[in-house]
């Protein structure tokens, strides 16, 4: 679907800047900037409900993810982290693992740590060192 809207603006758009052309080549230039005005405006409120919509439109289909006041929570994995006051990493960089994709929420009340994937080789709580 979005390469179909891709498609659709970019050949509308090639048609329009064909047709500005046109005219300033075959009118004169004042009547090539009035026509110039009106398709900037028409754009202009094309691109303001295109905007309106899509910041009123429906969330997209997923989990949620929410921390609680001081609260850490994570949509996949937590890997070499120090999660906490004081917390620190002291250790070699760790590589990531594959994150475990689940449709639940993820939700750490307060000062809680929550992961919708796997928590590995990570300090957690205050003052903890990895």
């Given at each position: 679907?979005?390469?179909?809207?891709?498609?659709?603006?970019?050949?509308?758009?090639?048609?329009?800047?064909?047709?500005?052309?046109?005219?300033?080549?075959?009118?004169?230039?004042?009547?090539?900037?009035?026509?110039?005005?009106?398709?900037?405006?028409?754009?202009?409120?094309?691109?303001?409900?295109?905007?309106?919509?899509?910041?009123?439109?429906?969330?997209?289909?997923?989990?949620?993810?929410r921390a609680g006041r001081g609260a850490?929570?994570?949509?996949?994995?937590?890997?070499?982290?120090?999660?906490?006051?004081?917390?620190?990493?002291?250790?070699?960089?760790?590589?990531?693992?594959?994150?475990?994709?689940?449709?639940?929420?993820?939700?750490?009340?307060?000062?809680?740590?929550?992961?919708?994937?796997?928590?590995?080789?990570?300090?957690?709580?205050?003052?903890?060192?990895?």
């Amino acid at each position: 679907m979005t390469r179909t809207w891709a498609w659709v603006t970019a050949v509308t758009a090639g048609a329009g800047t064909l047709g500005l052309a046109l005219v300033a080549l075959l009118a004169d230039l004042d009547t090539a900037g009035q026509a110039a005005s009106v398709v900037g405006a028409v754009v202009a409120l094309a691109a303001l409900v295109v905007s309106v919509l899509a910041l009123g439109g429906t969330p997209a289909p997923g989990r949620r993810v929410r921390a609680g006041r001081g609260a850490v929570a994570a949509g996949g994995n937590i890997t070499g982290s120090a999660l906490g006051d004081n917390s620190r990493v002291t250790g070699a960089r760790t590589a990531p693992t594959a994150a475990r994709r689940t449709h639940e929420d993820v939700r750490a009340a307060r000062d809680g740590i929550a992961t919708g994937g796997d928590i590995t080789d990570s300090a957690l709580g205050d003052g903890s060192e990895r």
